[in-house]
Structures are given as structure tokens and as C-alpha cells.
């Protein structure tokens, strides 16, 4: 077999990306595989904008159906996004026996299930590498690299917008809204940010994350998650006090009984770890595995020719099964079908750990004792403190780091402190993990 034919079906920037590698570098990746992967249709609904790649004349079409429906086509990328079109077109194209490529982690994370099983009866394959991480090659890793391991903990910068704006906001000292301001002006942010700043995306990587490491499925919706928003300036200087930088972290624990607790939201962590370093728009993955230990992988996450990097990736894969009569003979789920399953998920409420705890007060003698009354009722023990002032509007700052406590026990200490009459705004709180590296 000296060529294998691709259809695309999106090309936006991550689809103009994969397109240029498979045009530019069709020599380099002969040489690789054997074969020549031959770009033989893009469809797009879109077919007179301008792009940064030159197709053949041809290759360019509108309705993905033909693509679809072309016997000649052996592997179908679907890179349009969204859980209702590109599930329609995945599942038409493995019915119609072609394999897939995708890079949507929305629509595998919340319909996975149905799309692997598909691929499954149908004994083709499916790459996803693209999903998770951008251009780090951490499936892959985790599904062959590392298949000796049972895995314990991961610690997951995975959504490189709420990075950038942390890091941003960490070092120069600016608001949420301006850095926000800034990614988009950048490219960084989408012109609603909603599921990068609320930690949705996040939580739909971490589900695959989830599937592929320990072997369990768990919906996104059913991930605790809180996004950055309420994070301040403020929160970074005192972070800084105490030895720590906040990152926004997808979080994952596999217990020895098999249950699982799992979550995203902004957290701090020790400033002298690897993880802390990883700043801007940069993706950091920290696996535990019993036989390996600590691993940490770091790379772009995002961006046209990094996911593109990674989508092709899986291309080369797939086409060396369809070359050597490998293809359709192994699971996507990284584990044999029998062994994976719903996720026995602790709930949040019953999750111990540290907390920052920022609260705004009046500025009278005997406020930190009635706080620190609140918080000794319900079993929360302090710390330490910092009660200095900062130049703020609406109050004096009082920041206290609290001893590990269940989350359900913070959560009614906070309830009863915000209701004190000395209290100006609503508490907040970050988490903190010191387990990472």
C-alpha cells in the first residue's frame, strides 16, 4: 500500500495547520511510515476565505457528506468542534468503515462512550490524541509508555487561558478583566471565554484523562468545577507570602479501594515545584504511577500547528495499522472493555485539604478572633494569618491559611462567618495541594 487518502472536515485554524504539515512534510512522513498520506478532500462550510495554506486544486469542498461517502477515503479528522454535527459525521464515517481522527474533547468527553463503542464493533480505530495537552504527547504515554503503572494522583495544567491569565495577573499585578482583555486581544481567549476562565474545558480533559489513567468514566458534568474569576491580584501577593503560586489545576486521585475524587478549580501550590514554573499559555501534566513515580510532561496545549503536530501523529499511527494489518485490534479505552467503569466518585464534600481563606472586614480590634471562633466551631483549625493593610476598596484584608479540613466543615464555617455583621463581601477561599512537584 503506498498511499493512504485523508479526508478533512474542518479547516479552521488547527484543520489549515494539519493540512500544511500533510502538504509541506509529505516527503519527511514517506520516509517515516512507507506510504505517502495523500490530503485527498477538505470539506468546510466556508470555501472562499483566505487561509494560510495552498490546497490542490479539488480538495476543497463544502459538503462533508461527499467526503464521508468516498470509498477511497481510509481515515476521516474531525476538527469543526461541538457535540452535535461532528458527532453525526464521526459516527457516519465509522459506520461506513472509514477510521477517525479527532481533537474534540467536549464531544468525547460527554459522548465517548457511544463513539468508542462504535469503533469498537466495527473494529476501527480512533485517535484523539489532539484532546488533551495540545502538542505534549501524553496519551500515547499514558496508554503504551506507561501501561505498567497503576496510577495514583494527577496534578493537570491543561487549559493554557486560565494559565496565561494567572500568570499574567501574578506578575504585573493586574485585575481578571484586564488580562482577559489582553488574551483575547492575543488570540489566547475566545470572545467568550466561558468554558477556558470557568474551568469547563478543563474538566472535559480531565474526564479523558480520567478514562485513559484509571481506567473509570466520569462525565464533566459530574466534576466539581470552579473557574478563576474570583481570583485577585491581592490573592496572588499573599500566595506569595506564604510560599505558594495559584494555578488552575485539574485534579484526579485514584484511592486504594477503587473510589475516585476528582475536580478543577484554581489552587496553590508550592512556588519552588516544577508545576509552579509552568507559566503562561504552557500546558503541565504530573502523573503518579506506582512503578514510575513522578512524571511531569510540558508543552503547548493549544495552537494551530502544535495540535496539528498531534493530529498527525495519530494519522501516522492509524496508517501503519491499515499498512500491517494491525488496525481495528486494539480499544481506545486503554483497557479492555470489561474493565472500565463508572467512576465511584467521593463527593467533594468529603475531600480533605488546606485553605487560603481571604476575608474583607471592618476595621476594628476583635474581628479575627470572631473569624477564628466561626472556624473552631465546625472543626477548622488556623494556621497561620497575615492582617496587614493593602491598598483596597471595601475593607481591610484578613488571609488565613487553615490545617487540612473537610471541605463539607469550611463550607459551614464560611456560611457563618459571612453572615457576621463585621464581614464586608463573601469570603472566598483556594485550595491547596502540597503533593505536586
Known amino acids: 500500500m503506498n498511499e493512504i487518502k485523508?479526508?478533512?472536515?474542518?479547516?479552521?485554524?488547527?484543520?489549515?495547520?494539519?493540512?500544511?504539515?500533510?502538504?509541506?512534510?509529505?516527503?519527511?512522513?514517506?520516509?517515516?511510515?512507507?506510504?505517502?498520506?495523500?490530503?485527498?478532500?477538505?470539506?468546510?462550510?466556508?470555501?472562499k476565505r483566505?487561509?494560510?495554506v495552498r490546497l490542490p486544486k479539488g480538495v476543497l469542498i463544502q459538503d462533508a457528506q461527499e467526503l464521508l461517502n468516498d470509498p477511497e477515503i481510509g481515515i476521516v479528522v474531525e476538527l469543526i468542534g461541538g457535540t452535535t454535527t461532528a458527532k453525526k459525521y464521526i459516527l457516519r464515517a465509522?459506520?461506513?468503515g472509514k477510521h477517525v481522527v479527532t481533537a474534540n474533547k467536549a464531544l468525547l468527553s460527554t459522548c465517548g462512550e457511544e463513539i468508542f463503542n462504535e469503533a469498537i464493533k466495527r473494529s476501527i480505530e480512533i485517535g484523539f490524541e489532539a484532546s488533551v495537552g495540545g502538542g505534549i504527547p501524553l496519551l500515547k504515554s499514558i496508554k503504551e509508555g506507561l501501561a505498567a503503572n497503576r496510577f495514583s494522583d494527577i496534578y493537570a495544567i491543561i487549559n493554557g487561558t486560565s494559565n496565561y491569565i494567572l500568570t499574567r495577573m501574578g506578575e504585573e499585578k493586574r485585575s481578571f478583566s484586564d488580562v482577559l482583555s489582553e488574551a483575547q486581544a492575543k488570540g489566547y481567549a475566545e470572545a467568550d471565554p466561558t468554558l477556558d476562565v470557568g474551568g469547563i474545558d478543563s474538566a472535559h480533559k480531565l474526564s479523558i484523562l480520567l478514562l485513559l489513567s484509571f481506567g473509570v468514566i466520569l462525565k464533566p458534568s459530574d466534576i466539581p468545577t470552579d473557574g478563576i474569576k474570583t481570583i485577585l491580584p491581592l490573592d496572588m501577593e499573599f500566595a506569595k507570602d506564604f510560599g505558594y503560586k495559584i494555578k488552575p489545576l485539574a485534579i484526579a486521585r485514584q484511592r486504594k479501594?477503587?473510589?475516585?475524587?476528582?475536580?478543577v478549580h484554581p489552587t496553590?501550590?508550592?512556588?519552588?515545584?516544577?508545576?509552579?514554573?509552568v507559566d503562561g499559555v504552557y500546558n503541565a501534566v504530573h502523573l503518579i504511577g506506582d512503578a514510575v513515580g513522578s512524571m511531569i510532561f510540558i508543552g503547548r496545549g493549544a495552537g494551530m500547528m502544535p495540535t496539528a503536530s498531534a493530529v498527525v501523529s495519530d494519522l501516522v499511527d492509524i496508517a501503519k495499522r491499515i499498512m500491517y494489518g494491525g488496525a481495528g485490534r486494539t480499544t481506545p479505552y486503554s483497557f479492555i472493555k470489561k474493565a472500565v467503569k463508572k467512576a465511584d466518585l467521593v463527593s467533594i464534600n468529603e475531600q480533605e485539604c488546606r485553605y487560603y481563606l481571604r476575608f474583607?472586614?471592618?476595621?476594628?480590634?476583635?474581628?479575627?478572633?470572631?473569624?477564628?471562633?466561626?472556624?473552631?466551631?465546625?472543626?477548622?483549625?488556623?494556621?497561620?494569618?497575615?492582617?496587614k493593610w493593602r491598598n483596597t476598596r471595601g475593607g481591610v484584608p484578613i488571609v488565613i491559611v487553615t490545617h487540612k479540613a473537610l471541605e463539607r466543615s469550611l463550607m459551614k464555617a464560611l456560611k457563618a462567618i459571612d453572615s457576621l455583621d463585621v464581614v464586608l463581601s463573601k469570603s472566598a477561599f483556594i485550595r491547596i495541594e502540597d503533593g505536586v512537584v
Open 94 to 96: 465509522l459506520k461506513n
Open 257 to 263: 479501594d477503587g473510589r475516585v475524587e476528582a475536580k
Open 6 to 47: 485523508v479526508g478533512l472536515i474542518g479547516l479552521g485554524t488547527v484543520g489549515t495547520g494539519v493540512a500544511r504539515i500533510l502538504l509541506e512534510q509529505s516527503e519527511k512522513i514517506y520516509n517515516r511510515l512507507g506510504a505517502r498520506i495523500a490530503l485527498k478532500k477538505v470539506a468546510d462550510i466556508d470555501v
Open 360 to 387: 474583607f472586614v471592618v476595621d476594628r480590634p476583635g474581628v479575627l478572633a470572631r473569624i477564628a471562633s466561626c472556624l473552631g466551631r465546625f472543626g477548622v483549625s488556623i494556621e497561620s494569618v497575615i492582617q
Open 268 to 277: 496553590m501550590i508550592p512556588a519552588g515545584t516544577m508545576l509552579a514554573s
Open 50 to 52: 483566505k487561509r494560510d
